[in-house]
């Protein structure tokens, strides 16, 4: 469904040139929710404005929905949804409406809009609101119209960049429910974008993690957790006197990482902490140490990109990337 090879998007600036995007390979296949993660300013919005032709790339190629993205950008705009960050509802528009107008833009005829444009308030749980004005909206009814909006000339691929910014957590989880719904009752495949580990782990079939212009990492949440960080193990001793010989039980585990220790607690990391962890509490029972807890940790996708590039995801703006006083 997507396609991309070497898509890269330098902006010009008065402070110099900003390599946003830096040759991003990339392949989504039909019915995937595919998540592009990375922190502040790693060129999510750039590479989904240039995959739905907003941005022309400054390198590289990409066929997007079986169109190619250079040679036939109209073809692309017309196969797909693309839900932007900021929303494109207007505040006196009343809410139906504003979707049939969208429609109209892609030439859908009116009473084809308004019969899709129902069903879907209705699967989006808006219904009931048609004659609303989209200012009177809640935040989360105001994204799932734009969300409606985007979908409205049934596209094959939706473009969702971060659809959840600023919902409360239950609008959210009700959002996570529509957009797997989209896939589940529709086929459609979804790309979005986020900032949210939780939402990338719950409803991605598949993450891409790019940072300051890269794909850094790509799989299954839970392949990418297990590629990259093992589980920690926590061993917390009941006499001090035995922390220094549980740090070295443990570090004997296969493909241990070196233990680390603080106060009367042993750390360890592990390809896969569950298999190992009764073999482990037997060695340390012969040895007659006694443990006053046990705790496995699995690892989280903080901890991919913490492997990764040694830096959080939650650590906002990357300092190695100026971020204003820019023209495209
Ligand atoms: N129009 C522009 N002109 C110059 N630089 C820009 C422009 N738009 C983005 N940038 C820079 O390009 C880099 C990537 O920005 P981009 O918005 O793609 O990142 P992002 O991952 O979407 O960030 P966020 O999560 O904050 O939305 C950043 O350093 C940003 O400051």
Request: hydrophobic content about 40%; glycine content about 10%; overall charge negative.
């Amino acid at each position: 469904m997507i396609h991309a090879r070497g898509l890269a998007r330098t902006y010009k600036t008065r402070r110099g040139d900003v390599d946003a995007v830096r040759g991003v390979d990339l392949d989504v296949d039909a019915g995937e929710i595919v998540g592009f993660l990375g922190p502040n300013g790693a060129g999510k919005t750039t590479t989904l404005r240039m995959l739905t032709t907003l941005l022309r790339p400054t390198r590289g190629e990409a066929t997007v929905a079986g169109a190619d993205l250079r040679r036939d950008p109209g073809a692309v705009r017309r196969r797909i949804g693309y839900v932007a960050q900021s929303g494109s509802t207007s505040g006196e528009a009343r809410a139906g409406e504003e979707v049939v107008d969208h429609a109209l833009l892609y030439g859908v005829e009116r009473s084809v809009a308004t019969a899709r444009g129902r069903v879907l308030f209705e699967q989006l749980e808006l219904d009931g609101l048609w004659d609303r004005k989209c200012s009177s909206l809640s935040g989360g009814q105001r994204r799932r119209l734009d969300i409606v909006t985007g979908l409205i000339h049934t596209p094959r691929l939706v473009f969702l960049d971060e659809p959840t910014t600023g919902l409360d957590p239950q609008a959210r989880a009700n959002l996570w429910t529509h957009v797997r719904g989209l896939r589940d009752e529709r086929g459609s495949t979804v790309f979005l974008t986020t900032h949210y580990l939780d939402e990338a782990d719950a409803l991605c079939d598949r993450i891409l993690v790019i940072d300051h212009g890269q794909i850094v990492a790509q799989g299954s949440p839970e392949e990418l957790k297990q590629r990259v960080s093992g589980d920690a193990v926590l061993l917390s001793a009941s006499q001090p006197t035995d922390v220094a010989r549980i740090a070295a039980i443990a570090a004997q585990l296969p493909g241990a990482d070196v233990p680390t220790v603080d106060g009367h607690l042993v750390e360890v990391r592990v390809p896969a902490g569950r298999t190992l962890l009764a073999g482990l509490l037997r060695s340390l029972d012969a040895e007659g140490i006694e443990l006053a807890g046990v705790e496995l940790r699995r690892p989280t996708l903080d901890d991919v990109f913490l492997t990764l590039t040694g830096r959080s995801l939650r650590d906002g703006e990357s300092p190695a990337q100026p971020s204003e006083g820019a023209a495209a």
